[in-house]
């Protein structure tokens, strides 16, 4: 689905989509605060015995937001960003690490017993794949009578087997299946009818909320238009209330009244579609939604620079903000007079050096002449070792600065596509002659002294509003939620 496509459906999600406009500023239904997942590796009484050090794998660190009744909030980011996880937890699918649930006022995680039974009956779940999550020896009737089954509903039937087969059909048929399939199997029907025999059985219960977990990504584009017509027909028929889960935008943007953008386990954008679309204020939002294609001649030339580097890992995600190593604006320090297109590249060279992809030889490599400094003088590993005393250490700094300023050690013209010049190009050269000659630590130390940036000393905060963004490009509070997070980790440890 395109943008535009997206575009000419925006009428009908505004009829589809009025019941949650309208509660938008009043009835929140469901609440999460300060929600975290963590997965927790060698951590077992073995690896305790043998003292190996805990590690976990942030998958949501810090999830906060509201959902108000009747309406629907789309959350958005790259796979593995932690969406998926957050839909599970919130309910308790999964057992969270901390934070809170609460539904209708009410503490999700302290439920038990009938109340925990009465909570999985007014939310469920529509799961991603339609193919895994239905079990192929259960007909199809007997996968939609499951949850009657399990909740031992309807309570008050005469024939209960009668009244249940009765619901079933009539499920069926609402979501644009035959009650005479009822009988067949998952491998008989295509993607689509899997869908929404999925849809039928989260519906059986009548339930008030419901988590759709990518309920169109695995299905063909022409299928996935009658799948969300068909949710959005049924929002409005039975006041449902939907976390909707996607990375394709356009179909948020069609089906969607807010939107939560979420990257590496954190929500970083929040805010009403229209709004989060047209003026997108977190760089990574905006770099998502610069890659949606548009079905305009105007835009057929149109250049997409896609976002440098990869995702970091979720076990060890960056300091500060955790698009930094990736955001093409990234900022530089107060004082330092450098090109924004310069400076990230300074910094993805930081991010190569700090994760050992570049070593000593490369390093001599982007030093123009025969590497330079230390390195080009002829020290051997040797003659570092034994010249370790602090005296030493700084004369070898010192030549190998007189050499990064001079015309001995150049960086090569190639390296930086930006202009990089003066003051800024000698302390670049001055950390590569510092790795040439080994001292890794140091060429570390070099870059971060001048190039150190507020994106990497503290966390952004999303803070309170209609349309907030955590970056430090706006306004940021005094009080930061970065010891939190540290305290944490050291707990988890």
Request: glycine content about 10%; hydrophobic content about 35%.
């Amino acid at each position: 689905m395109t943008e535009e496509d997206s575009g000419r459906s925006r009428n009908d999600r505004g009829k589809r989509g009025a019941t949650g406009r309208a509660n938008a500023e009043g009835d929140v239904l469901l609440e999460v605060e300060d929600l975290h997942k963590y997965y927790f590796e060698r951590d077992t009484l073995t690896d305790r015995l043998l003292r190996r050090e805990a590690r976990s794998v942030q998958a949501v660190d810090g999830v906060s937001l509201a959902i108000h009744r009747g309406e629907t909030l789309g959350l958005v980011g790259e796979s593995g960003c932690g969406k998926s996880t957050t839909g599970e937890t919130l309910l308790r699918l999964r057992e969270a690490t901390d934070g809170g649930v609460y539904f209708e006022g009410e503490s999700v995680f302290d439920l038990a017993g009938e109340d925990l039974m009465a909570f999985r009956r007014r939310a469920g779940i529509v799961f991603q794949d339609p193919y895994s999550s239905l079990d192929p020896r259960m007909t199809v009737g007997q996968l939609v009578a499951e949850p009657l089954s399990v909740h031992g509903e309807p309570a008050d039937a005469e024939n209960t087997k009668e009244a249940r087969r009765e619901r079933v059909d009539e499920l069926l048929e609402r979501v644009g299946l035959s009650h005479s399939q009822r009988d067949r199997y998952p491998h008989e029907f295509s993607g689509g009818q899997r869908q929404r025999v999925g849809i039928a059985r989260a519906l059986a219960l009548e339930p008030d909320f419901l988590v759709l977990d990518e309920p169109v990504s695995a299905l063909d584009v022409s299928v996935q238009a009658q799948i969300l017509n068909l949710l959005a027909d049924l929002q409005v028929e039975f006041d449902l209330t939907y976390l909707f889960i996607a990375h394709d935008l356009s179909v948020v943007r069609h089906l969607c009244d807010r939107v939560a953008v979420m990257y590496l386990g954190e929500i970083i954008e929040r805010g009403p579609t229209d709004e989060l679309f047209e003026e997108p204020r977190h760089p990574y939002t905006q770099a998502l939604l610069e890659s949606v294609p548009r079905a305009r001649s105007d835009e057929r030339e149109r250049a997409i620079d896609p976002l440098a580097g990869d995702v970091p890992s979720p076990r060890d995600p960056p300091s500060g903000c955790r698009f930094r190593t990736r955001c093409p604006a990234v900022i530089p320090p107060d004082d330092l007079e450098i090109a924004q297109e310069g400076y990230r590249e300074v910094m993805d060279l930081r991010e190569r050096l700090e994760s050992g992809d570049v070593d000593a030889e490369r390093a001599r490599e982007l030093l123009a002449g025969d590497g330079g400094g230390a390195a080009g003088e002829g020290t051997t590993g040797s003659d570092r070792s034994n010249g370790s005393d602090e005296s030493e250490h700084g004369d070898r700094r010192g030549r190998r600065r007189a050499s990064a300023v001079g015309e001995e050690a150049r960086l090569r013209e190639d390296v930086f596509e930006a202009d990089l010049a003066g003051e800024n190009r000698a302390v670049v050269a001055e950390a590569l002659n510092s790795l040439a000659d080994g001292e890794r630590a140091e060429a570390i130390s070099i870059l971060r002294e001048r190039f150190e940036s507020v994106c990497e000393r503290t966390p952004p905060v999303l803070q309170d509003g209609p349309h907030p963004a955590a970056c430090h490009l706006y306004d940021q509070p005094t009080e930061r939620r970065g010891a939190d997070r540290t305290e944490r980790s050291a707990g988890d440890d």
